[in-house]
């Protein structure tokens, strides 16, 4: 299984981005798709998640209200719309995937997640 992450960039505060992330190898569907982020200097964090069954999402407090992860019409496909971005949500974005359904209790968790993409960077200058 690869993923691939793509759609970061340079924006200033307030703007919005959405990232993808992109499976190709098997389909996922009874899965979870996470997006964690690692800004510099700090150790990877979780962001959102969204299983493959279903509607059900899940965010970090510091994303809530601000970021929406959704699946595309391809079943392989996630996105995360970021909205009202802050200089504090500069990081790289990673996209991880789980084979199964993750139980919501490690749904934050990394060791939940089987694959992982490369990263895509995003920079929110103030």
């Known amino acids: 299984v690869q993923l691939q992450a793509s759609g970061g960039g340079l924006v200033h505060t307030g703007d919005s981005l959405r990232l993808s992330c992109a499976a190709s190898g098997r389909a996922f569907s009874s899965g979870t798709m996470g997006w964690f982020r690692q800004a510099p200097g700090k150790e990877r964090e979780f962001v959102a998640a969204?299983?493959?069954?279903?509607?059900?999402?899940h965010y970090a407090d510091s994303v809530k209200g601000r970021f929406t992860i959704s699946r595309g019409n391809a079943k392989n496909t996630a996105y995360l719309q970021m909205n009202s971005l802050k200089p504090e949500d500069t990081a790289v974005y990673y996209c991880?995937?789980?084979?199964?359904?993750?139980?919501?209790?490690?749904?934050?968790?990394?060791?939940?997640?089987?694959?992982w993409g490369q990263g895509t960077l995003v920079t929110v200058s103030s």
């Open positions: 991880a995937a789980a084979p199964t359904r993750v139980i919501l209790s490690s749904i934050a968790t990394q060791t939940a997640y089987y694959y």
């Open positions: 969204i299983r493959w069954s279903g509607t059900s999402t």
